[in-house]
């Protein structure tokens, strides 16, 4: 991840795709305190910077120290639900982008970030979409889970939050990853999407993938292989 996270088509759409939708239906004022919940190897930092001062938590040693010498700042070491850094609290944002599908206690965790926010804070997740897809994709970047509408519908609810927007995305590349996904399901075989294509494809993908947040501005899509959901704390 930490290779690729820069340049990689996904990420690099994704992130696109994020920042829109932060700007588009929640934009928060500029000195917003906003957390990042598992940061990973520090590929989001810089975009959520664009939204107020960051701090972030990540439960891997070697991507703690991957994500402070990329972004300049203190990540601290954190687990959901149960084990987060005490001072973290009064947020105005937090963003768990694809990680709430990697934890054993997901609606406990909705409801420890839930509690981590300000009153009228907003949380933003991603999450894969379909649990019908799984495939050894998923059993590669060790996901528990995949979700459909109804399961992070009820997450949201168990922890106190109100849905503010809820769609699908990566709905343009469908067709064609959902056809790998069932080849490689069907064989047993495939699941390494991380690396990097070569450039010509790479920016196609990206390009392709990242004008969904023209519309993600305007509407919620009908189908994809991710879901992304905006719930406010009351």
Same mark, same amino acid.
């Given at each position: ?16 795709l ?6 588009r239906?929640?934009?928060?004022? /500029?000195?917003?305190? *906003? !957390? @990042? ?5 520090? $590929?989001n930092?810089a975009? +959520? &910077? #664009?939204?107020g %001062? ?12 991957r994500?402070?010498?990329k972004?300049?700042?203190d ?10 850094p ?8 937090? /963003?768990?982008?694809? *990680? !709430? @599908? ?5 609606? $406990?965790?909705?409801?420890? +970030? &839930? #509690?981590?926010? %300000? ?7 991603t ?26 519908l ?6 106190g ?16 990853? +959902?056809?790998?996904?069932l ?26 993938f ?25």
């Open positions: 991840m930490a290779d690729v996270e820069d340049s990689h088509w996904w990420f690099a759409a994704r992130r696109q994020i920042a829109g939708l932060i700007a239906r929640i934009a928060p004022l /500029a000195n917003a305190n *906003v !957390l @990042e919940a598992g940061c990973g190897t520090g $590929g930092l975009m +959520l &910077g #664009q939204f %001062r960051v701090r972030a938590f990540e439960p891997d040693q070697s991507a703690r120290a994500a402070a010498a972004s300049g700042l990540i601290q070491p954190g687990f959901l639900p149960h084990d987060l005490a001072d973290y609290d009064g947020f105005d944002l937090i /963003a768990a982008l694809d *990680v !709430l @599908e990697h934890v054993d206690d997901d609606l $406990g965790s909705f409801r420890a +970030l &839930g #509690q981590r926010l %300000r009153p009228g804070g907003y949380l933003f997740v999450v894969p979409a379909y649990p019908s897809l799984w495939s050894r994709h998923d059993d590669l970047h060790h996901h528990k889970r995949r979700y459909d509408k109804a399961r992070l009820q997450a949201l609810g168990g922890a939050l109100a849905p503010r927007f809820l769609s699908f995305f990566n709905t343009l590349l469908f067709p064609l990853v +959902l056809t790998k996904r080849v490689d399901k069907a064989t047993n075989a495939g699941g390494d999407d991380d690396r990097l294509p070569p450039p010509l494809i790479n920016e196609m993908l990206r390009r392709v990242a004008a969904e947040r023209h519309a993600l501005s305007r509407t919620a899509l009908p189908f994809g292989l991710s879901l992304v959901a905006i719930a406010q704390r009351p």
